[in-house]
């Protein structure tokens, strides 16, 4: 691969580009291949949600193609952690791969809750590749209505 354009007096500036693309994406190494790795241990960010309502802080996190048996919630502190594997689904025997943008591994991501949140209260439910975690609010930190009350 060429990380520097060759010089062709003959080439247009277009061409030199188009030929730098072919360079990049041939052969199924790229930059970011050489970079990551072979695609297996890269690392990922599975994006995800937080909310909260009068009850509860909810966090969604999109983990498609997750089996949810694959899928550990656990609260340290005031910290979520979600762990998730995404596995092969076959082995391929051709690696001669253009491109390589899915991932596949071990992937964690760690969430500070907010101080309202009870740690000992989760639950979590998996449909369609989001992984939904409830965290009940602590009694103290729900609201509360105060009644006013007429003085005379």
């Known amino acids: 691969m060429h990380l520097i354009p060759r010089h062709r007096p003959e080439g247009t500036l277009p061409e030199e580009m188009s030929r ?22 890269r690392a990922f960010m599975f994006p995800v949600d937080v ?6 802080v909810i966090v969604d996190a999109e983990l498609p193609g997750v089996d949810p048996k694959d899928v550990q919630i656990k609260v340290e502190g005031n910290v979520l952690v979600i762990i998730a594997e995404r ?3 076959k082995e391929e025997k051709a690696k001669d791969f253009h491109r390589v943008e899915r991932t596949y591994g071990r ?20 449909k369609n590749g ?17 009644q006013v009350k007429v003085k005379e």
Do not use: C
Not at 21 to 40: I, K, P, Q, V
């Open 130 to 146: 989001v992984l939904t975690v409830d965290i009940a609010k602590r009694e103290e930190a729900k609201p509360k209505t105060i």
């Open 20 to 41: 730098l693309f072919e360079d990049f994406f041939s052969t199924g190494r790229s930059l970011m291949r050489d970079f990551w790795g072979n695609g297996h241990d």
């Open 87 to 89: 596995k092969h689904e």
């Open 51 to 56: 909310r909260e309502t009068e009850d509860k």
């Open 107 to 126: 992937f964690q991501r760690q969430i500070v809750l907010p101080w309202s949140a009870d740690p000992e209260k989760v639950e979590a439910a998996y």
